[in-house]
């Protein structure tokens, strides 16, 4: 296979995009010092908590008779009457707003939805797992979600993440809780091979860019915005082939974000700077997920060790 600055897996590119030449350029200019890690991730979640309280704050004002319900999975997702909103939306177009114009635009985002009438009570069976076991998909998370979810159905991964388990729908998914398991009846090792399949089916047409780091190495950057970059490190398929590309034995992994995975050939120059970069991404989200190290080759995945950290600068 001959690879290009801009290699693709498959031919299927739906719902994918590739990552500019923004990371390209911070491998040129990063400083070699890596940002702290500190609590970005707990605090990344009590920013998202805040603008649902701000929005929940204008339906119980403007909207008193809506009826609102929160998932307890994900703070960026509510329901208003028969809609469920993803609040990201919302949060984007009101980024660089504030007060009475910040607000007007909340309220002209929500109005359709506290205004519609709702519609007949027709209470829907419970999925099966035969009907759910096709939108079955796996998922890495901050090790955080189990703190705020605790019915969390999930595995560790590493020190800060998590394998859990979603509902794949249009637009969003839902992380499964062992109340689902207990009503499908399986257990989670059988949940977690059909969550895996589906992914890798789900994962032909994704596009790899292949840039050099230097004198020697190369980096790769994954970028696919159905929220499913992170788990991709879950999946030999991709794996694998991200690691031809680069063309060592063993390569170097990161997974900053639910939508970016960054690797890199072993031999590549400025780890220290890839490794600030990963930090970077992580630190400023959306969806921060880890500024983990992994060594990914074809034994499998494992976390890099003091040595390797030590070139990396940490």
Not at 256 to 262: A, E, G, H, K, S
Not at 289 to 305: C, Q, T, V
Request: glycine share 6%.
């Amino acid at each position: 296979m001959g690879w290009k600055p801009a290699a693709q897996f498959g031919d299927n590119l739906t719902r994918r995009f590739v990552l500019t030449g923004t990371l390209s350029a911070l491998v040129a200019s990063a400083p070699a010092k890596s940002l702290p890690y500190d609590n970005f991730p707990s605090q990344q979640r009590a920013d998202l908590l805040a603008f649902r309280e701000e929005v929940l704050s204008i339906l119980r004002l403007d909207f008193p008779a809506a009826t609102v319900t929160l998932d307890d999975d994900d703070p960026e997702q509510i329901v208003i009457g028969r809609f469920t909103t993803f609040l990201g939306n919302i949060r984007q177009k009101t980024a660089d707003l504030t007060g009475q114009e910040r607000r007007a635009v909340i309220v002209d985002y929500l109005h359709p939805l506290a205004t519609a009438k709702p519609r007949p009570a027709t209470p829907a069976p419970a999925e099966t797992f035969a009907e759910a076991s096709a939108r079955l998909r796996i998922q890495l998370v901050p090790i955080e979600y189990r703190e705020q979810v605790p019915s969390l159905t999930c595995r560790r991964f590493s020190n800060r993440l998590l394998v859990a388990y979603a509902l794949d729908e249009d637009k969003r998914y839902q992380l499964l809780t062992h109340s689902i398991f207990e009503r499908w009846g399986v257990d989670q090792a059988t949940v977690e091979g059909i969550a895996r399949r589906n992914l890798e089916l789900a994962s032909g047409g994704i596009q790899v860019r292949i840039s050099p780091t230097g004198r020697s190495g190369h980096f790769a950057t994954l970028a696919v915005e159905n929220g499913y970059a992170a788990a991709s490190l879950l999946l030999p398929m991709v794996m694998d082939q991200i690691q031809e590309g680069l063309g060592t034995e063993s390569i170097v992994a990161a997974v900053p974000t639910r939508d970016v995975l960054i690797a890199w050939s072993s031999n590549s120059e400025g780890k220290d700077r890839l490794a600030g970069i990963v930090t970077k991404y992580m630190r400023k989200g959306p969806y921060s997920r880890s500024d983990e190290l992994f060594s990914y080759s074809k034994a499998g995945i494992r976390p890099l060790n003091s040595v390797e950290l030590a070139e990396h600068g940490r």
